[in-house]
């Protein structure tokens, strides 16, 4: 031990001017341990033996590891906040300059069936799904920069516990859920040539075509582009969460970096676009969130925003016909009156 300590003061006494000063305190351990030019072969990539039979167990440090970090802090995650705030508030200005969108006709009181049981159940499944997971995901990437310095660290260290577990668990339901989402609504969300009309008129919701209610199927463009959005998102959250979740099936570090971009990039889209579909759904329109809620839609709100799948339940003698007053009983009143 005495013979190797001092062989090694004597190397960093030779050494001292080209040595480069550790800047962290695991750099500083390694330095103290092997010495500064065994640390500068590490940073530099090289290859080294080890017992070990494990994928890439021969590279301690790794470049293109590096540059996945830069990625992830310096630029998805303050450039994914920007986004999630910007998106709040855009539908914050939206619903106080331009205003949700109301009906243009008195409601009827008679009532169309929209969703059916399982419908909703598989809907307001999925939601809580998505947000739970968005929020638990939304709390590992930014937590450290507004929750961590309020807290003490052993609360800190329960939150970012029970988060991971908590997204880690439910993710895969995530994928169940969305498997099923698929199967029930793709027929519902097939592009059709009205919906380019629809998107050219932004729905009716601004500009010189606001309160126009373009023409549209049983969903509208905005609600196809949203159900493939979330069809195409979280496929590709819910698989690159796999690839992080179980790095047994022979996932390099290359593998692991491009999984975890690919979750960042697919979740931040999903949760920028979500927040104006809630924004629809509560705020944005008159009606949107009822049939979700009770499976059942007023006759003006489905002739206004779906004529073409109100034109196809009428015919199919789905709507409630008005009903109809007697004659002498009208009659009776119109003379009572005078």
């Known amino acids: 031990m005495l ?8 190397n960093d006494d030779s050494n001292k001017a080209t040595r480069v000063m550790p800047s962290t305190t695991a750099e500083t351990e390694m330095s103290r341990l092997a010495g500064d030019e065994f640390y500068k072969k590490v940073q530099d990539g090289k ?8 994928m ?4 301690l440090v790794s470049h293109p590891s590096e540059t996945w970090y830069i990625l992830k802090e310096k630029w998805m995650s303050p450039l994914g ?10 539908v914050t200005l939206a619903y106080f300059i331009v205003g ?4 243009s006709a008195p409601r009827t009181g008679r009532k169309i069936k929209r969703w059916s ?10 939601a809580f799904t998505f947000l739970s997971l968005a929020i638990t995901g939304m709390t590992l990437v930014w937590g450290k920069h507004f929750l961590k310095p309020v807290i003490s660290t052993d609360a800190w260290g329960d939150i970012v516990y029970a988060a991971k577990q908590f997204h880690n668990y439910v993710g895969p339901i995530f994928f169940i859920l969305l498997g099923a989402v698929l199967i029930k609504w793709w027929r519902k969300s097939t592009f059709k040539k009205i919906d380019l009309q629809w998107c050219l008129k932004l729905g009716g919701m601004v500009g010189p075509h606001k309160g126009t209610h373009p023409s549209a199927e049983f969903s509208n ?10 069809i195409t998102c979280g496929f590709i959250a819910a698989i690159s969460g ?17 999984s975890n971009l690919a979750h960042m990039i697919s979740a931040l889209i999903l949760i920028c676009g979500f927040i104006f579909h809630i924004y629809i759904g509560l705020f944005g329109m008159e009606g949107a969130l009822e049939g979700m809620v009770k499976g059942e839609v007023d006759e003006t709100w489905a002739k206004e925003h779906h004529d073409i799948w109100y034109a196809e339940m009428k015919a199919q003698g789905k709507v409630e016909e008005p009903e109809q007053s007697d004659p002498k009983s009208q009659e009776t009143a119109d003379n009572a009156k005078s």
């Open 3 to 10: 013979c190797l300590s001092f062989s090694s003061m004597a």
């Open 47 to 54: 290859k080294g033996y080890t017992t070990s039979l494990s």
């Open 56 to 59: 890439e167990h021969d590279v």
């Open 81 to 90: 906040a920007i986004a999630v705030l910007g998106s709040l508030a855009m």
């Open 100 to 103: 949700p969108l109301k009906l």
């Open 117 to 126: 049981r399982i419908d909703r159940a598989l809907h307001w499944s999925m």
């Open 221 to 230: 463009a905005g609600e196809k582009i949203i159900f493939w959005m979330l």
């Open 242 to 258: 796999f690839v992080l979740d179980f790095p047994i099936f022979g996932q390099g570090r290359r593998d692991m970096d491009v």
